[in-house]
């Protein structure tokens, strides 16, 4: 081990300058490929340093934060580097988001600008769903907003041909490019500090709603670049990732693949033929699908076995937490792949610990590797709070320079996350084996994972409780095929009150993102509390028999 880390020498710089140096040393070199456009490391540049000028025009500066309510496409891709250069602070917002989510987090980001487009993605208007959050917005001033429930934000961009009320088109946007200073705005980018906040990415926790991690420019930047050390990935290598571009699980590696002057390969949303078709017709080399649910529908699609895959030589695969039978398939259909496994999270900047490629099959398959140069991981009793023996479950302590910086205006939160040391603490409950591999076995905290996406429980009962014939909700996982797991209801009614399963899941319909929702609903009328507390794994085994599952 200490004859590896000798060899490793630090690459850091901010997020806006590893696009400037690919730029300058493969120009010419593709670095975004979509199914219906692709642009070279030169033209990306150049568009997001227009981009960044008409920011700039707007009053966009160091630390102000620019919200990103975009689909997976060039926009987003260009507006994230944009921001960058200009030393200020990207806030990706999930696509899936209903207004009073979308409400919540303009509001709570301190978002100064945000940026949308006009494009239908997965039936989902993000016109009308801001004009739902904010009903005041049509009658707004679209050069200077002055909206009740988001007071700091300025100016809402609509990218693509439409007009709004309230909103700046993207005609307007871009003619501000013309009044910029190019002058200034490198002067800006080389102020930047490494430790400065790059990005703001929302995940749910153990609160109501979501909690903003503030990631640096050093996170962000040195974990992808170790991981395309730890991949042997170069400029030659095409990075396919399905994941929408708010999840850091989609961030991580366009960065990675981007410190090599590679391309990134990816579209709008995921469908399976095209992803497949796109694998083959690009040569994608390095593939990063990580959740069961795009696995199985790669899988299951009838193009899967006769698509040519031979070219691809590296899976980030996770078999040691997907069903058994998956592992398999895809050996046989990628017979010069090599998969790995991987743990990570976005108050990590993404990956904490893969596999090695020499590692063998076995701990490829059955574990989730070690970790990054750089980064520690222990394993610690939750009871005894001391390190757990090896081979021992406990809760997974993390500490290097990949940790986010702080939960947004969340003081407390950050105090019960990260200690004085300098350790986070996860809430994940892990393993180590003898030879350093880590093994992952659930959530000690009151967290889902639905189809990749991170559900807190006490956010769902907060929203069901809000229904008038609600007394008390509880929400626990329930293992799904397709989504690893979904979220399922226990609800205590008010005395003389009625509703049916229909009823409550209809009612979490357009209100709540529809990972959210409930897929069943149960009523109780005693709950199982032994003490003081619900035990809620007795809620989840008796809907779990009851199933057959």
């Not at 593709?30 to 227009?50: G, K, N, T, V, W």
């Amino acid at each position: 081990m200490s004859s590896d880390l000798a060899t490793v020498r630090l690459q850091a710089t901010t997020l806006g300058d590893l696009l400037l140096m690919a730029a300058d040393d493969h120009p010419e070199r593709m670095a975004i490929i979509l199914p219906d456009q692709r642009c070279s490391y030169a033209e990306l540049c150049a568009a997001a340093f227009r981009r960044a000028l008409s920011l700039q025009v707007l009053g966009i500066g160091s630390g102000d934060h620019v919200g990103l309510l975009l689909p997976t496409g060039m926009d987003f891709v260009e507006t994230m580097f944009a921001t960058a250069l200009l030393g200020a602070v990207t806030v990706p917002i999930n696509a899936r988001y209903m207004p009073p989510e979308l409400a919540y987090v303009v509001e709570n980001a301190d978002l100064k600008v945000l940026l949308t487009t006009d494009k239908i993605a997965e039936a989902v208007n993000f016109v009308e769903r801001l004009s739902l959050a904010f009903p005041d917005l049509a009658r707004a001033d679209a050069r200077r907003l002055d909206l009740q429930d988001a007071p700091l934000l300025r100016n809402i961009i609509l990218y693509g041909s439409s007009e709004a009320d309230g909103i700046l088109s993207e005609a307007q946007f871009s003619d501000l490019a013309e009044r910029g200073s190019i002058e200034q705005l490198h002067l800006s980018r080389l102020q930047i500090r490494l430790g400065s906040t790059a990005l703001i990415l929302y995940t749910s926790g153990t609160t109501a709603n979501p909690k903003g991690c503030m990631i640096s420019h050093e996170a962000i930047v040195r974990n992808s670049a170790a991981l395309a050390d730890r991949y042997e990935l170069t400029g030659d290598d095409s990075f396919w990732s399905p994941l929408p571009m708010f999840h850091i699980a989609a961030i991580l590696p366009l960065m990675s693949i981007f410190a090599k002057g590679g391309a990134y390969v990816t579209s709008g949303y995921f469908q399976a033929g095209e992803a497949l078709r796109m694998m083959e017709e690009e040569g994608v080399t390095a593939t990063y699908p990580s959740f069961w649910t795009i696995m199985s529908d790669l899988v299951d699609h009838p193009d899967f076995a006769k698509t040519d895959l031979s070219r691809i030589k590296l899976m980030n695969a996770n078999f040691a937490v997907q069903p058994p039978g998956i592992g398999e398939k895809m050996k046989k259909a990628l017979p010069n792949a090599v998969f790995v496994g991987t743990f990570g999270m976005t108050e990590t900047a993404g990956t904490v610990t893969t596999s090695r490629l020499d590692a063998t099959e076995e701990q490829r398959f059955t574990r989730l590797g070690t970790p990054l140069s750089g980064i520690e991981v222990r394993a610690i009793d939750p009871e005894s709070g001391e390190e757990a023996a090896t081979g021992e479950r406990g809760e997974a302590w993390i500490r290097g320079y990949c940790t986010f910086t702080e939960y947004y205006k969340s003081p407390e939160k950050t105090a019960e996350a990260l200690d004085d040391e300098g350790w986070f603490h996860s809430g994940d409950l892990i393993s180590i084996d003898a030879d350093g591999q880590l093994m992952f076995h659930g959530r000690i905290r009151d967290m889902l994972k639905v189809g990749g996406e991170n559900v807190a429980a006490v956010e769902v009962e907060t929203f069901l409780q809000q229904h008038d014939a609600v007394k008390l909700a509880q929400v626990v996982g329930i293992p799904d095929r397709r989504l690893t797991e979904v979220p399922a209801a226990f609800i205590e009614l008010e005395p003389g009150q009625e509703a049916s399963e229909e009823e409550l899941i209809a009612f979490c319909k357009g209100k709540i993102a529809s990972f959210k929702i409930p897929r069943y609903v149960r009523f109780v009328e005693e709950w199982p509390i032994p003490s003081t507390k619900i035990q809620k794994f007795r809620l989840q085994e008796q809907l779990i028999e009851e199933l057959g599952l």
